[in-house]
């Protein structure tokens, strides 16, 4: 399925890619509205409702990824609350194979991710996974998230990597085209970034369900 003789390095989303999203999902849609309702003595409806629409006006941006942002927007302790839940980080399947196998083939193996540090710490340290990359790069590094096309560019100053041999596994249809629209050649989806959930429309990526579809020969 993929040109493994035409990529030499291998970028990689972390939330919904490497890891399940229903950490994030539960966490986002379930226990900071309950957090929310609880701090603000609202009821679980309205709480659900102003989460939301704070949620909205901020998706696609880096704030939405900021977990210092929503602590002061929400005036919950954001990092301090993922740390209740972090018994529900888990990584998709086949995935610790798959770095170690793209690493063996000589493959530069780079976590490329929108998540804030304080999250992406507590991932890494809850999974282990740190040690299977080359660099690991998040966008609040650059003020950039990956969904817009000029941090492709901004990762590339620091991150040398020739667009043309390089491969980005993404679970955001928006980070996929903006990484397209800079020239990223090699570009992967995901099917099922949320493992409860079902598929997901995947438009014109080639994606998969778990990695073993793809390891590197």
């Not at 919904?16 to 701090?39: C, I, M, S």
């Not at 196998?101 to 304080?118: F, P």
């Not at 996974?129 to 901004?154: C, M, Q, R, T, Y």
């Amino acid at each position: 399925m993929l040109r493994w003789g035409e990529i030499e390095c291998v970028l990689l989303d972390m939330d919904g890619t490497l890891l399940d999203l229903h950490f994030d999902n539960h966490f986002w849609q379930v226990y900071v509205p309950e957090k929310f309702a609880e701090r603000h003595g609202l009821s679980a409806a309205e709480a659900h409702a102003e989460c939301f629409r704070r949620y909205n006006e901020k998706a696609g941006s880096l704030d939405w990824y900021c977990v210092d942002y929503w602590t002061e927007a929400l005036n919950l302790d954001i990092a301090q609350l993922k740390a209740e839940l972090a018994h529900l980080i888990q990584v998709h399947p086949d995935v610790p194979a798959f770095l170690a196998a793209a690493r063996a083939a000589g493959k530069r193996v780079v976590l490329v991710t929108n998540a804030h540090h304080k999250s992406l710490g507590l991932k890494l340290e809850r999974t282990g996974l740190a040690v299977h990359f080359d660099a690991i790069h998040s966008s609040h590094s650059f003020g950039l998230a990956k969904e817009n096309p000029a941090f492709w560019a901004a990762l590339r100053e620091i991150e040398p990597f020739d667009p043309g041999c390089a491969l980005l596994a993404d679970d955001s249809l928006p980070v996929l085209r903006a990484a397209a629209a800079y020239g990223i050649r090699h570009l992967l989806a995901i099917r099922q970034p949320d493992t409860r959930q079902a598929a997901k429309d995947t438009g014109e990526f080639l994606a998969i369900h778990r990695f073993s579809e793809v390891m590197p020969v």
